[in-house]
């Protein structure tokens, strides 16, 4: 019988660990304009990127950003044996669109914002196991294509709310492989739905926070760790608000976060009102992970990491229908170099 | 002077609709159908008729002024035909209003692009 990889009640950890040996970020004009402007491989000027439509022009992001990161291991489409995509567009198009021009076996996933980690926690377990020698892991939204989603379109001009987040316009590519050099995925833990009961979908942060904060003592608790043993813990877009609810409830449960703790959702923008609570979208902790995080473990600044994404599993019609907003979150350690 | 009584009555009506989309969950659909069933009850009431003799156009032209409107005419046809105009006044006394909607409506959608 093989060895299991189960430790605790919710973590695989692997045993021959897959190495990121790439990660590639693309992205709008505001994103580019924001503090990690520097770090993205392709900035666009214009939010529609060259394309007739927002669709088109996230899937544009999505595929570039699979291309840019193979590209940058001197890789070609070909020597990957697996793509998870997903994004925030019904049937998650803008992935699937991308897939047809790139020819790599594809698997479309949804997690809503918490796409990116999940979909690296799955490429993590197939390079781990033997299944693929080389898994891409990609997730991209836009602002435009979101707020037509999922709110009203944007050219009706609705007054956002001060809880709203700001979708990002972006795309996140990583590469995993079963050797090379770089950051190394040490575990994965996937999340349970949370539900504390939150209507508003313009207050995700706090729908979120009970998921992250569920996957976070679970992860700690299988592995044996504190926050402390982290160089950081990202989470993936609580924002301004729903930080404030994650690190509340941590605080009744005696882990404190300070120090540790950052949201990539208050990473992406500069913090104007516009902005509102912060960031998300599918983009957010892919491109904050591609452009930052990523870099930081490849120079071996950063040497143990947490990555939590939060996604809210609601739709617009669930919201018309009084449904609360339940949520997920899912976690990924990564090692830097 | 028929400004600035404009500018009031207007501006406390969209202040009224502001201030429920900032304090209460309301969203803005509910809003404007609300708007319009308050323009239409007050309206029935009698108490619309004053509001645009002081306001003008500040009264008329929030969504209020549209319930108001529909009101109107139905009592308006409803006087000269019986019972059934009830039934044929609400659109005709708002033909107008209606028309420049669709009609302007159309043509933006036609000559603009949204820019997000």
Redesign the interface.
Known sequence: MLESMRRGSSTCVFREMPVIVSAAAVCGPKEGKGPLGPGFDLIYKDTLAGENSWEKAESRMARQAVEIALAKASLSNNDVDFLFAGDLLNQITASGFMGRELNIPFLGIYGACSTMIEGMGLAAALVAGGFARRAVAAASSHHDTAERQYRYPTEFGYQRAPTSQWTVTGAGAAVLANEGSGPRIESFTAGRIQDYGIIDPNDMGSAMAPAFVDTLCRHLEDMSRGPQDYDLILSGDLGRIGSTVARHLLKEKGIDLTGVHEDSGLLVYEMTPEICSGASGCGCIATVFAAKVWKELSAGKLKRVLLIATGALHSPTTCQQNESIPSVAHAVSVLGV | MTLVRAFLVGGLLCGLAQLI?DTT?AN?AIIMVSAVSVGAVLSGLGLYGPLVTLGGAGATIPLTGFGHLLVTGMVEDATRSGLFGILTGGFRAASAALMAAIIFGYLMSVLFN?K?
């Open positions: 989309l969950k803005p949204p997000g």
